[in-house]
Nanobody, 125 residues
Framework: QVQLVESGGGLAQAGGALRLSCAAS????????MGWFRQAPGGERDFVAA????????DYADPVKGRFTISIDGAKNTLYLQMNSLKPEDTAVYYC??????????????????WGQGTQVTVSS
């Protein structure tokens, strides 16, 4: 079992920045990928970014490329998402997730069996 706890959400103005963190505990040995997803009211859970444990491979959804940066501290089993140049359309609940399959990070939420509780990000215009 893995426990994931997100933090760092909140309210920001358009053009501002926030940094999300996700601390993993429990089964954290071996290789894994971690990802960030977001879900706006009435919407589906969409891929934001993902990264391998060693940090060598990452992937971003087109709407956040160039504005968001995903990083990971493998020793601390902590995932980060630096969000810059925020837009009102970034408003959503942000979830972190972990996938223990070996390989490149997946964009599909169905590949991630473990999820955090989510943290709200609200961007005002």
């Amino acid at each position: 079992q893995v426990q994931l706890v997100e933090s760092g959400g909140g309210l920001a103005q358009a053009g501002g920045a926030l940094r999300l963190s996700c601390a993993a505990s429990g089964r954290t040995f071996g290789s894994y990928c971690m990802g960030w997803f977001r879900q706006a009211p009435g919407g589906e859970r969409d891929f934001v970014a993902a990264i391998t444990k060693n940090g060598r491979n990452s992937d971003y959804a087109d709407p956040v490329k160039g504005r968001f940066t995903i990083s990971i501290d493998g020793a601390k089993n902590t995932l980060y998402l630096q969000m810059n140049s925020l837009k009102p359309e970034d408003t959503a609940v942000y979830y972190c997730a972990v996938d223990f399959r070996v390989g490149l990070p997946s964009r599909s939420p169905h590949e991630y069996p473990y999820w955090g509780q989510g943290t709200q990000v609200t961007v005002s215009s």
